[in-house]
């Protein structure tokens, strides 16, 4: 039986009982921030603050935004859009052009989408940058970020558990993680061979996905793309599976998902693109980043056209940054890890409110 009351019966979010019920998580969640930020400190990164408000908030076509106007500065003239970033990586990156070699923020940042348990429309990213290193350098990073947060949120929160915990599973940090490419996760958990499946990589047909997503009962529709498919097998086959018992490393993703990763040098088929997973919960997203700028222009104007074809429009390119790389963005990889899901799964809740101070008006009862 469901004890919980509806929406439209739940008191205020300020109400001194539901403070009350969050409190715990909430002191947790400021204890987690000040280990992370010693945890950059001590390896020599500083902490940056970049604009939310920025000319393009990000190009992927997935990403919705969320826009506004800045003030016209000179009498009549219109207004200037702007938009509020779906991630500060834009502006870091320009830090690392103008020498900053290793830097982090844990950044406000805004998405226009439906919440629910594991999304909230204005969250909280960290967001870190190193040059001269690989994708390989940040997943260690990761390994050992998630045992200091672990460790900085009381374990009496996970029922006595020192384990991360979501969704009725548990991780351990401390274990040995798993490190598998996305080929390997498509044969291992639903038999398919992924690269098969697009015989030109950059620009993949549904045809045959479609094929092989029916015959393992997987629902397709008319007009699926290539992307579609490949996101509801790994939503309904393999993420549930990933993360359980020790956090997963999904890595070598498909050239045509690079976004902002540069291709692979082994197999061109793949990109420098992993993915983290703690409890069937995807954790953060990296990238070995790009750094060729007609390349870059490239993707962005594909970006761009597969929005408008989804949506009627898109979102402008952001020539500066564009430009910072022309100038020389050095050789680097940089990973987004969402603040509010690693302190879900330190202190073992079920729901992303349960661990945020205030929701966005209307996200809640």
């Known amino acids: 039986m469901n004890d919980t009351p509806p929406k439209a019966m ?36 500083v902490e940056v603050e970049t604009p939310a408000l920025q000319i393009s908030p990000g190009l992927e076509p997935s990403l919705s935004a969320f826009a506004t106007e800045m003030f016209a500065p000179f009498g009549d003239a219109p207004g200037r859009p702007l938009y509020l970033h779906t991630s500060p990586e834009f502006a870091m990156k320009k830090l690392l052009v103008g020498g900053v070699p290793r830097l982090f923020q844990m950044a406000r940042v805004f998405r226009n989408e439906q919440s629910s348990k594991i999304h909230h429309p204005e969250f909280t990213m ?14 260690a990073d990761c390994e050992a970020l998630l045992v200091a947060a672990l460790d900085a949120a009381p374990a009496e ?22 490190y598998l490419s996305v080929a390997d996760a498509f044969q291992d958990y639903c038999g398919i061979d992924l690269h098969a499946t697009a015989p030109e990589p950059e620009r993949p047909s549904p045809d045959l996905l ?17 992307d579609d498919i490949f996101f509801r097998l790994m939503l309904e086959r393999i993420e549930p599976r990933l993360g359980i018992g020790a956090p997963c490393v999904l890595y070598d993703w498909p050239v045509s998902m690079a976004a902002l990763a540069r291709r692979g040098a082994v197999d061109p088929r ?9 409890c069937g919960l995807e954790l953060a997203n990296a990238f070995g980043e790009l750094t060729d700028v007609a390349e870059q222009r490239r993707r962005f104007e594909a970006d761009i056209a597969r929005r408008r074809a989804l949506r009627g429009a898109s979102y402008p390119i952001d020539e500066d940054f564009l430009a910072a790389l022309e100038y020389g963005l050095p050789d680097c990889a940089g990973i987004a890890l969402g603040f509010d899901r690693l302190v879900m799964l330190a202190t073992g809740a079920e ?13 809640t009862g």
Do not use: M
């Open 10 to 45: 739940q008191s205020p979010w300020w109400r001194p009982d539901r403070v009350a019920a969050r409190l715990p998580r909430l002191r947790a969640r400021a204890a987690i921030a000040g280990v992370v930020r010693g945890f950059f400190a001590a390896r020599d990164f």
């Open 126 to 139: 960290l967001e870190w940058y190193r040059a001269g290193v690989g994708w390989r350098e940040v997943a």
């Open 157 to 178: 929160l996970r029922d006595g558990v020192n384990r991360f915990k979501h969704g009725g599973h548990d991780c351990d940090p401390r274990a040995t993680w798993r």
């Open 210 to 226: 479609a094929v092989e997503a029916r015959r393992i009962g997987v629902r397709t529709g008319e007009g699926d793309g290539w």
């Open 270 to 278: 793949v990109c420098d693109r992993f993915e983290l997973y703690v």
């Open 351 to 363: 729901a992303i409110e349960d661990v945020l101070w205030a929701p966005v008006a209307g996200t």
